[in-house]
């Protein structure tokens, strides 16, 4: 296993060749090291953290400060897996301020950060001060009180349209990565191939590029109930790494997500 991080160019050039990307949330070194040892390709140090390793029932309360430290833990042992991190609720109100709160997820040893929602101006101007960008479309969880609940989005063809040209918007405004959550397998299936740049699928289908899952949701040590398009890769009982092991690999022969987590 080489000791250079994958870059942002390798992650395209797996979509180019057609290898799936398997990516995990990450919060902490010790379960950053197993990641990596386990070959997953891509870290997201998300701000689902507000919910399973702090306990809140959203991911609102979640500070910078709090994405900081996080990220600092995850990159400090991190060898080879991509790592992405959450820009939390309302630290992207412009261009510039999302900027400057950019800069310290990405001191904090982040190559790229994600953001919620169509804010193409946020992004190009990220792009542009050197700052690689993920998308977020779909559910938006740091959006839940206007979306009243944790709900399939891009169901009415309307709503599927939206996304479908968001989507193309961020991919023109320079965003390197898009992250689609619980939207219909047909939609995401639809953007993969019209994007150049690799979608990462949460509860979107077994089509997309590659797929990312909350650690505690596939590990079965979260707080909370397991949503229906992650799957617990400790049945039957196996190590945690060899269930990350597992992961890697179903995702790899898109073996996971089945229907059964698909909508
Ligand atoms: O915060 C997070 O873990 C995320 C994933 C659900 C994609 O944004």
Redesign the pocket.
């Known amino acids: 296993m080489t000791s250079k991080p994958l870059s942002i160019h390798d992650l395209a050039a797996m979509k180019r060749q057609g290898e799936k990307i398997a990516c995990l949330?990450a919060y902490d070194a010790s379960f950053s090291a197993l990641i990596d040892n386990a070959g997953i390709d891509a870290m997201?140090v998300?701000?689902?953290l507000g919910m399973v390793f702090q306990g809140r029932t959203s991911?609102l309360a979640v500070s910078l400060d709090d994405m900081i430290y996080h990220t600092r833990c995850v990159t400090a042992v991190r060898r080879r897996a991509f790592v992405i991190a959450?820009m939390p609720f309302l630290t992207y109100p412009d261009p510039l301020g999302a900027a400057v709160n950019a800069a310290k997820l990405i001191q904090a040893g982040a190559q790229m950060v994600?953001l919620e929602g169509a804010r193409f101006e946020v992004v190009r101007f990220l792009v542009d001060q050197g700052i690689p960008v993920c998308g977020?479309l779909g559910l938006q969880?740091q959006s839940i009180n206007r979306l009243g609940g944790y709900k399939v989005q891009g169901i009415e063809p309307a709503d599927a349209d939206k996304i479908i040209a968001d989507a193309q918007k961020l991919q023109e405004a320079g965003a390197g990565l898009l992250?689609l959550?619980c939207v219909p397998a047909k939609l995401a299936d639809e953007i993969s191939s019209q994007l150049v740049i690799p979608v990462i699928g949460?509860g979107a289908g077994v089509d997309c590029d590659g797929q990312?899952l909350?650690l505690y949701d596939m590990l079965d040590i979260g707080v909370g109930k397991r949503p229906r398009f992650s799957k617990n890769f400790m049945q039957p009982p196996v190590a945690i790494a060899q269930a990350l092991g597992n992961y890697l690999i179903a995702v790899k022969e898109r073996r996971f997500p089945t229907v059964d987590h698909s909508f």
């Open positions: 949330t997201l998300g701000d689902s991911t959450d994600k977020h969880p992250v959550e949460i990312v909350v």
